[in-house]
Structure formats: C-alpha cells, structure tokens
T-cell receptor
Framework: GAGVSQSPSNKVTEKGKDVELRCDPI?????LYWYRQSLGQGLEFLIY????????KSGLPSDRFSAERTGGSVSTLTIQRTQQEDSAVYLC?????????????FGPGTRLTVL | AQKITQTQPGMFVQEKEAVTLDCTYD???????LFWYKQPSSGEMIFLIY??????QNATEGRYSLNFQKARKSANLVISASQLGDSAMYFC???????????FGTGTSLTVIP
C-alpha cells in the first residue's frame, strides 16, 4: 500500500464504553508500533509487534489496553471501559526492520475523545 | 534510562533563513539511532532524517541536516532556507539498536514568518 492507514480518523465515545482502533501498515513492513499522543505532548510508546515474536507490551498504561496483530499485518488496539484520560491521538507506525535504521512511517492517527 | 530533551518549546524564524532545533539525549548504549520527525497541523508524523551513532558524517537530506555531536550527546536539526510550509512541530527521537522502543522528545513548535 501507499502508506500506513488508520481507522477511524475520529472516534467519540462515552466513558465506560469499549473502542477498537485499526491500523493497516505498509505492505511488507514487519514491525508495527502503537503510540499515544496527548494534547501538546510528545509520543508515548504503547506496544510493539515484530514478525511472529511476542509483542513488547511494556508501554501499555493499564490492563484495559490490549492489541493484536493478525497475520503479521493489520493491528487492532482495544481500549476497554474507556476513561476521560484516554482521550488522545493514537498513532500507528510501521517499519521494515533492518539492522540499524528501522525508520518508522506513521499513519494519520485516530483522535479519540471520551466524554 | 533513555531520555530525549528538546528545550525549545517554540521557535520563530524568518522565511529563507536557517534555523537550528536543539535535541539532547541520554543513553548508556553505544549503538543507537537518532531521528527527526515533522508533525504539521494535519497531525501526521513525517520522517525527516536519520543519524546512526557510528556514522562518521553528519546526515543530510535536502534542506535538512543533523548536527551530531556524540560527545555532547546532541543531535540538533538544521533547516536551511526556511519555507512557510516548514511551520510545524518537530520531534527528536532515539532508538537503541538492541531495543524495541523509540523515545520521543516533547517537541519544538516552529513558526516561519513571511
């Protein structure tokens, strides 16, 4: 594909509801990252997938957050029982992980608003 | 712990002038990569330039160059001949070559003045 795509672009939900955010990485990219960016802040690492290896979940802020990557391609980030502090832009990035550079290419993000 | 520091929350530059955006990092790893990204108001993160810790020369990509001073642990981005379209947030990031995480700074907001 041309680039990383994410859906939906915007999501408004009520506190306590579950949400699913989707990421389609660049075809052939083996690595996939999820980040969270709160208003006016930098990027907060959430989770990382590399090929068939176990994901690095060390950045997930609570057990309400989970993610999966099916078939080594599409990834879904799920937030259960959303809270207002979950409101942020969720960015996905993918890379073809070569030794050294591992340049990430980002999607346009999903803006999540929890009312 | 890995840490990226961008001390300039906001910068202004006159169109066609050069500007330097500061970035310092902290790591005990000998091998790492440094990245700069641009985030315009549309929100998408755009990769600009990469510098490896063992690279002997400073990286350049068109109007972007990276002033890499390893001993000082700084990786400043230089934008030459600024254009109005350069107005955006700029993020410095680092990844250890043995790790999975990218560490991002808090960003610098650049405004190019006509």
């Amino acid at each position: 594909g041309a680039g990383v795509s994410q859906s939906p672009s915007n999501k408004v939900t009520e506190k306590g509801k579950d949400v699913e955010l989707r990421c389609d990485p660049i075809s052939g990219h083996t690595a996939l990252y999820w980040y969270r960016q709160s208003l006016g802040q930098g990027l907060e690492f959430l989770i990382y997938f590399q090929g068939n290896s176990a994901p690095d979940k060390s950045g997930l802020p609570s057990d309400r957050f989970s993610a999966e990557r099916t078939g080594g391609s599409v990834s879904t980030l799920t937030i259960q029982r959303t809270q207002q502090e979950d409101s942020a832009v969720y960015l996905c990035a993918s890379s073809f992980r070569l030794a050294g550079t591992d340049t990430q290419y980002f999607g346009p993000g999903t803006r999540l608003t929890v009312l | 712990a890995q840490k990226i520091t961008q001390t300039q929350p906001g910068m202004f530059v006159q169109e066609k002038e050069a500007v330097t955006l500061d970035c310092t990092y902290d790591t005990s790893d000998p091998s790492y990569g440094l990245f700069w990204y641009k985030q315009p108001s549309s929100g998408e993160m755009i990769f600009l330039i990469y510098q490896g810790s063992y690279d002997q020369q400073n990286a350049t990509e068109g109007r972007y160059s990276l002033n890499f001073q390893k001993a000082r642990k700084s990786a400043n981005l230089v934008i030459s001949a600024s254009q109005l379209g350069d107005s955006a947030m700029y993020f410095c990031a680092m990844r250890r070559h043995t790790g999975n995480q990218f560490y991002f700074g808090t960003g610098t907001s650049l405004t190019v003045i006509p």
